[in-house]
């Protein structure tokens, strides 16, 4: 594993150097009071509350604001039974070194391809024997005391199969289930071509579950290129994206990064993001690379493409700060534009 490098710029962004800036203008130069007061007077013209619909959040006061998360890098073979073991034993080391959240990477417990997907699928709702993995990681998240956001699995429901990552809660109880929205479909000639939707369903739900360490926004994947997913859960109020991925050898050294960067900095939020470590002689290799970004943009920890647990600080705190240095909830123009959640809509 690697920390983010540390430069100049960064420095400036370090806990050390935020004591003077506060959640609101109390304390600070009576000159800076009344220009941001000014700032913010003149983007009232722009009405920024109507750019979201139905308008954004504060996000919750998390029960905690600092914790350790660790991201489990797992190597993966056809061997479903090791696969569940091995992602325990990943787990229970991770709750060990004082990780209260977890993540799993997606399609852990076997191969990711088109063949694989209904041989490894599981039954949810049935549970037990039908759902090895499942029940392995509701045991584990209860007995361990964590949040686990369980990767993804494929999960066969009825005669459809969906690519499912489970949030489970520190009482072991499923708090949230997404299914992944965006399908994996590209050709890119003379590189990779990959259809999921051969033998998967798109999701149909967003999903934002509220857990022991603070508000979280689920993504599997080929999720994290929309950014409009990413903006809804912002204006739900996430403190966290959390994006379980395989990104593959052609698009991971070019865009796995990117995207989570831009994800944070869009949204002035962290994001997470695990991938199974890279197997060379698997149909598909994955980039490997899972990383926490914090709110700035800024990479917080990462690693290489070897198996490999990121265990790295989570501090909430930087959120508010980021978002005092470039107040963009304050500057946008609900009079051009406008991001419409159908399903918060739908709700109220």
């Given at each position: 594993m690697r920390a983010a490098a540390t430069s100049t710029a960064?420095?400036?962004?370090?806990?050390?150097?935020?004591?003077?800036?506060?959640?609101?203008?109390?304390?600070?130069?009576?000159?800076?009071?009344?220009?941001l007061a000014a700032m913010a007077t003149d983007a009232s013209s722009f009405r920024p509350e109507a750019a979201r619909s139905p308008p954004a959040v504060e996000p919750p006061a998390p029960p905690l604001s600092k914790f350790k998360v660790a991201l489990c890098q797992l190597s993966v073979t056809k061997d479903k039974a090791r696969n569940i073991a091995h992602a325990r034993a990943a787990i229970e080391l991770a709750a060990r070194d004082g990780a209260k959240l977890v993540l799993l990477p997606e399609i852990w417990n076997g191969p990711y391809s088109n063949d694989s997907?209904?041989?490894y699928a599981e039954d949810i709702e049935a549970g037990g024997d039908a759902a090895p993995s499942y029940s392995m990681m509701s045991d584990v998240a209860?007995?361990?005391?964590?949040?686990?956001?369980?990767?993804?699995?494929?999960?066969?429901?009825?005669?459809?199969?969906?690519?499912?990552?489970?949030?489970?809660?520190?009482?072991?109880?499923?708090?949230?289930?997404?299914?992944?929205?965006?399908?994996?479909?590209?050709?890119?000639?003379?590189?990779?071509?990959?259809?999921?939707?051969?033998?998967?369903?798109?999701?149909?739900?967003?999903?934002?579950?509220?857990?022991?360490?603070?508000?979280?926004?689920?993504?599997i994947c080929y999720d994290i290129r929309f950014q409009?997913?990413?903006?809804?859960?912002?204006?739900?109020?996430?403190?966290?994206?959390?994006?379980?991925?395989?990104f593959n050898m052609t698009t991971g050294p070019l865009?796995?990064?990117?995207?989570q960067r831009a994800r944070a900095t869009d949204n002035q939020l962290f994001v997470a993001t695990c991938a199974p470590a890279r197997d060379t002689t698997s149909s598909y290799v994955a980039w490997g690379h899972s990383t926490l970004v914090g709110p700035f943009g800024e990479v917080i920890a990462t690693t290489e493409h070897d198996e490999a647990t990121v265990i790295a600080e989570v501090d909430y705190s930087l959120i508010e700060h980021?978002?005092?240095?470039?107040?963009?909830?304050?500057?946008?123009?609900?009079?051009?534009?406008?991001?419409v959640d159908v399903q918060g809509l739908g709700s109220k």
């Amino acid at each position: 594993m690697r920390a983010a490098a540390t430069s100049t710029a960064f420095s400036l962004l370090s806990p050390t150097r935020l004591r003077t800036s506060t959640p609101t203008t109390t304390g600070l130069p009576f000159r800076r009071r009344l220009r941001l007061a000014a700032m913010a007077t003149d983007a009232s013209s722009f009405r920024p509350e109507a750019a979201r619909s139905p308008p954004a959040v504060e996000p919750p006061a998390p029960p905690l604001s600092k914790f350790k998360v660790a991201l489990c890098q797992l190597s993966v073979t056809k061997d479903k039974a090791r696969n569940i073991a091995h992602a325990r034993a990943a787990i229970e080391l991770a709750a060990r070194d004082g990780a209260k959240l977890v993540l799993l990477p997606e399609i852990w417990n076997g191969p990711y391809s088109n063949d694989s997907f209904p041989e490894y699928a599981e039954d949810i709702e049935a549970g037990g024997d039908a759902a090895p993995s499942y029940s392995m990681m509701s045991d584990v998240a209860r007995s361990l005391q964590i949040t686990l956001v369980g990767g993804s699995i494929s999960e066969r429901s009825g005669n459809s199969l969906y690519n499912t990552c489970c949030v489970f809660g520190s009482d072991g109880k499923l708090k949230g289930k997404h299914r992944k929205v965006h399908l994996f479909d590209i050709d890119i000639p003379g590189k990779i071509t990959f259809q999921e939707s051969k033998t998967l369903t798109a999701g149909q739900d967003l999903t934002i579950v509220d857990t022991d360490v603070g508000r979280i926004g689920i993504g599997i994947c080929y999720d994290i290129r929309f950014q409009e997913l990413a903006m809804l859960y912002a204006a739900r109020g996430a403190h966290l994206l959390c994006y379980p991925g395989a990104f593959n050898m052609t698009t991971g050294p070019l865009h796995w990064e990117l995207l989570q960067r831009a994800r944070a900095t869009d949204n002035q939020l962290f994001v997470a993001t695990c991938a199974p470590a890279r197997d060379t002689t698997s149909s598909y290799v994955a980039w490997g690379h899972s990383t926490l970004v914090g709110p700035f943009g800024e990479v917080i920890a990462t690693t290489e493409h070897d198996e490999a647990t990121v265990i790295a600080e989570v501090d909430y705190s930087l959120i508010e700060h980021r978002r005092q240095f470039i107040p963009l909830r304050h500057q946008r123009r609900g009079d051009l534009y406008q991001l419409v959640d159908v399903q918060g809509l739908g709700s109220k």
